[in-house]
């Protein structure tokens, strides 16, 4: 998701508040949500996908391999 699209979804958040959508402008709306939490969802994942902890004995467990199915390198 790049910028202009954020900068699309918060043009018809206003305009929502201002004077209303049409049906179009809703199911725009609609669709760049999605988008939106689809992209947070995946970086969200990606990042505790990359988290690894130091046990008490020293040993480092990935938490991406252990948890999260990503295979090993």
Avoid at 4 to 32: D, M
């Amino acid at each position: 998701m790049d910028q202009k699209q954020i900068e699309r979804i918060n043009e018809l958040y206003h305009k929502s508040q201002a004077e209303g959508l049409t049906p179009e402008e809703k199911e725009e709306q609609a669709k760049l949500r999605k988008d939106y939490i689809e992209t947070i969802r995946r970086n969200m994942r990606a990042n505790l996908n990359s988290i690894s902890i130091q046990e008490k004995d020293g040993s480092i467990t990935d938490l991406g391999k252990k948890y999260g199915g990503v295979q090993s390198e």
